[in-house]
């Protein structure tokens, strides 16, 4: 396996991203929609303040839900900004670091997700199934034919 692998050979490119001010309802709408568990949060230049995800989402009923005596999802605001609520610092990556940095701060940090980053702006994310793609990848490329 080439674990020496610049990260901008198998980041995604396309990734979906809101502000500091979209509402936590919005992106939970997202998460269900979209299928998908990471938003990076960003300024108008794309520069990132923080990521927002399903395990954020699911501490915020946990805790909004555990203050509330009578549980009544009616009656809870759920529009709060997405700044309220996401991580930050958010643990990054530059395009060309490698697999091996990538697999060392999933490690380290029990993330799912790594937004990266080139002169401070969001350009891509390697998620948890990027790296098992590029495991499947690397252990077919190691057969023998």
Not at 91 to 118: A, G, K
């Amino acid at each position: 396996m080439n674990f020496k692998k610049p990260v901008s050979e198998i980041m995604r490119r396309h990734v979906l991203t809101i502000k500091r001010n979209f509402s936590f309802s919005e992106a939970c709408r997202l998460f269900f929609r979209m299928g998908i568990h990471h938003l990076p949060v960003v300024d108008d230049d794309n520069h990132l303040y923080g990521m927002l995800s399903t395990h954020d989402a699911l501490r915020a009923f946990a805790l909004r839900g555990h203050l509330l005596k009578n549980w009544d999802e009616e009656n809870v605001d759920w529009s709060f900004p997405v700044e309220e609520l996401m991580t930050q610092p958010a643990i990054c990556i530059q395009e060309n670091d490698t697999m091996e940095e990538v697999i060392r701060l999933y490690n380290e940090h029990h993330i799912q997700s790594l937004p990266v980053l080139q002169d401070g702006k969001l350009i891509g994310m390697v998620t948890s199934h990027d790296i098992m793609q590029f495991l499947a990848d690397s252990k077919i490329s190691n057969q023998p034919a």
